[in-house]
């Protein structure tokens, strides 16, 4: 479980404080996408991050946002030296980006350390192996990196603490923090992996369907919390703003989620919040649950979504007229076992998920490389009990059966 590092909002007052509890949803944000270019030979790009576990890795991948006539890259693991790339390359390989997508360049295997900081580098791949430079390098040939724009400090998979993690730029051979979240993957021996696949920001626009009474064509938003105990939740938190002038309030709702028929069905549903009280820029709103009886959750799968009455769908970004939106954060495709990257490790265990017909319970739809910005907060599930398994005895050979081989 992790501990929540996040500003306490009750219906009322918007300054108070409230101890660190443990929290079961997704809390790694990013608004928008930021682009590392990188145009000239001396032009390097970091991810800096802390080693989750022990693993060989043997395989890495950046996500490249442009690229015009572009050169080979090197990419390459280094140890770090007091903040700043060490310089010698643990492991490396050459590669040539794609604009819009992800690269995943298979490395040597290559031991990291749980608890130590590495870095992974791009910078221009100018002999390519050779004994001099091939390629050209410059503004008509050259491609750029992404990083998203909320420096975290956690790991994304399982919420825990990375006050290393950054993005750093070298020019001039002087390297210089951008305050940015890296986007990078990891891959390791034995399906071991780590890194941070949400390469796509987004905005999950929570509205009713034009007329208050009309529930048939509300767009409802949430997401799938699969909990590893029985969670006593004290209270939810929510990643929110408004959209316009909203008359009516933010409802919240539990639903069940019974997998072998595709529907979850309504348990509970309360007020959130008053559109006064909802800001007008995104901001974390924690809420106490109005009863505590109907937020004791069974280890399985639940939904926690957002409802309201008022508003309307629109063609414009993000989706709805005198609303309410969550953020989310999402992977765009074309990155392996992305889902296993992020929160939880797994997209059946969590997601987001939506509904645009008023929440029927037979149609709620699931987006498995998404993670609305949705928390329960509650006491620590308990460790795993630590089973001893005793040895099976090796069976005693059959005597006086006859030889089977023949």
């Known amino acids: 479980m992790r501990f929540l590092k996040l500003l306490f909002f009750t219906a009322v007052v918007f300054s108070a404080t409230f101890p660190a509890l443990a929290d079961f949803g997704n809390r790694f944000v990013a608004d928008q996408r930021l682009s590392t270019v990188l ?14 576990e022990d693993m060989d890795v043997t395989a890495a991948a950046v ?53 130590k900081i590495y870095h992974l580098v791009v910078e221009q791949d100018a002999l390519r192996g050779g004994g001099h430079p091939v390629g050209v390098i410059g503004p008509g040939h050259c491609a750029s990196f992404l990083s998203t724009d909320v420096l975290n400090h956690l790991h994304c998979g399982d919420g825990t603490d990375d006050g290393n993690t950054n993005v750093l730029l070298s020019e001039g051979g002087h ?62 938190a929510v990643r929110v703003r408004k959209q316009g002038h909203p008359a009516s309030p933010l409802n919240y709702s539990i639903l069940k989620n019974f997998f072998q028929i595709h529907k979850a069905a309504p348990i509970y549903t309360a007020v959130a919040l008053g559109p006064d009280q909802v800001p007008s ?81 037979s149609h709620w739809l699931d987006l498995f490389e998404r993670d609305a910005n949705v928390v329960a907060i509650g006491p620590n599930c308990p460790p795993l009990p630590q089973m001893e398994y005793q040895p099976l005895p090796t069976p005693e050979p059959l005597i006086g059966l006859g030889d089977f081989s023949k």
Request: glycine share 12%.
């Open 39 to 52: 145009d000239a030979p001396d032009k390097k790009m970091s991810c800096r991050f802390t080693c989750q």
């Open 63 to 115: 996500f490249c946002t442009g690229a015009e006539n572009p050169p080979a890259y090197l990419l390459s693991l280094q140890v770090d030296d007091h903040g700043r790339p060490s310089g010698t390359p643990m492991a490396f390989s050459h590669f040539i980006p794609r604009p819009e997508s992800w690269t995943t360049v298979p490395l040597p295997r290559a031991p990291l350390v749980k608890g």
């Open 175 to 236: 390297w210089h923090e951008l305050g940015q979240e890296p986007v990078y993957a990891l891959y390791g021996t034995g399906n071991s992996l780590q890194g941070n696949p949400y390469d796509d920001p987004g905005q999950r626009p929570v509205c009713g369907g034009g007329d208050p009474a009309d529930k048939d064509r509300q767009v409802l938003q949430g997401q799938a919390l699969h909990f590893h105990c029985g969670y006593a939740a004290t209270a939810f």
């Open 281 to 361: 820029r995104f901001q974390w709103v924690t809420v106490g649950f109005a009863d505590k009886s109907k937020s004791n959750f069974s280890p399985e799968c639940w939904y926690l979504v957002f409802q309201t009455d008022s508003g309307r769908p629109s063609k414009n970004p993000p989706g709805c007229e005198d609303c309410y939106v969550i953020s989310d954060v999402g992977n765009s495709g074309g990155l392996a076992q992305a889902a296993e990257f992020s929160f939880d490790g797994g997209p059946h265990l969590s997601r987001a998920v939506y509904s645009t017909d008023g929440g029927d319970p």
